[in-house]
């Protein structure tokens, strides 16, 4: 009876501790078990150095919907919110800086720095955003309507999206635009000033193989401006005791409901008999029974490492062969014995150059040449870097006095032509740190550590396949109900009993939790049916 479960969920990310909470919240005798030590997948907090609770792959959260907080009472659990202000700060190389939102007025003085048209736009542009957002935002906690079936509830769901998409009259057209096209030429015909559009386009890269003059960076864009941060919408903030607190507070609420989680225990495969899964197998030999199976795994390790192909029809199989998995992202945790003191805007106390995203690359030009050299299968040779510094707002990540900086950084392709991550990455990390110090020249003396995470690692730790931090690409062929793909955007797969509920399924990446929860009701429904 002890290895009997209603359902087993493949691992602890956010979106599979979703899942979990929701139907143990419904009644169903759940476990979930973790390959990792840890729980939260990328979402997660972890002490790389004595005293220093690291975010080590995702750092800043907006997209966790709302509802997911109310429904599992995460506050209750230790969740909090911390609003930064300002929300970014790019410093340039003549000196001046840029520093933006969420305060509007402040955001006008500084964007006048550079251009008085532009200030005055910028409103218009988020406006823009925020008409396609009331077109979009609704559908992240849908499940896809399938144009293809004749089911009434896909027609009824397709009418009403078709109705929402004429509600925004002329401004369809840009909706599309921002859907399939690419950043820069949007960003061209809204503003002049090369800060502004330098500072707006690195959302439109993050994760993504691309550079912002290609097509599908748009959406990437726009997806980082959907969400909100304590009901301010299109705000990141940080999360108290990093993000692993988002995944622990999911986590509690789970086993308040019932929810049994098991960590360091890696699922070898998914046992199929007759068409239907009964349950899974450990590395170990464990042996777990359950009518239902919910993966929150990429589609390649479900479906082409944990399950035989045979198990699955060949179209299904050819079309998993080909998600995009490709990625350039390489991420460097550093605690640091003192906050950089930026050439732009000195000072190593904790200021407001320090608390939001910091944006190290100068202009347009840098964004597109960064790209050139991911393309043919190196390193950038003068990368991106996106960095945060989490402990300048929470002071329950460091020790007194010392900091932590996570920087994203582009472009770093999982596949080298040359080289081997693990002999490289070193050396590259030399380079970001090299780039840094130009803007900040205390910062090579007051780095203490280094964790490097290369795509290499992202997909040994993470389970990420090619270090794609999507769970596989987020273009519009691989989206909404062709997610992960035609026929099986519902969270259901071929074989009976076995669900997705992780990032590689509607609506994709990100810290949202949608796909832990869409996926839920599905599999409620399912039981009822
Ligand atoms: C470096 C990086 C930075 C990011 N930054 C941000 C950010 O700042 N904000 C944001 O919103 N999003 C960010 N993202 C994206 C976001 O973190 C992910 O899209 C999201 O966390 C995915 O959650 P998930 O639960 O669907 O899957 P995952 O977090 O990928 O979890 C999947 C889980 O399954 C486990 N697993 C896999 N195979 C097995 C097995 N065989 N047996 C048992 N367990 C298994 C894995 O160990 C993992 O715990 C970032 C991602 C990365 C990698």
Known sequence: MTNKYDIIIVGAGHNGLVTAAYLAKSGFRVLVLERREVIGGCCVTEEVWPGYRVSTAAYVNSLLRPEIIKDLELKKHGFEMLPRSPSSFSPFPDGRYLMMGPDKA?????????STKDADALPKYEAMLERVASFVEPMLDQLPPDPMSNRPGDLWTLLKQGLNFRKMGAGAQEAVEILTGAATPILDRWFESDQLKTTLATDAVIGVQASPSMPGTAYVLFHHVMGECDGARGVWGYVRGGMGSISNAIAASAKQFGAEIRTNADVARIVVKDGRVTGVVLKDGTEFDAPRVASNADCNVTFRKLIDPKDLPEEFNRSIAAIDYSSATLKINVCLDQLPSFTALPGTEPGPQHRGTVHIYPDMEYLERAYDDAKYGRPSGSPILECTMASAVDNTLTPPGKHLMSMFI??????????????IKEAFADRCFDI???????????VIDRQIISPLDLERTYSLTGGNIFQGAMTLDRMLFMRPTMGYSRYKTPIAGLYLCGAASHPGGGVMGSCGRNAAQVIVADRVR
């Open 106 to 114: 402040m955001t006008h003085r500084e964007v006048s720095k550079f």
């Open 436 to 446: 840094m110090n130009d803007y900040a020249p205390n910062f090579k003396n007051a």
């Open 410 to 423: 582009q472009y770093a392709p999982y596949k080298l032509k040359e080289a081997n991550w693990d002999d």
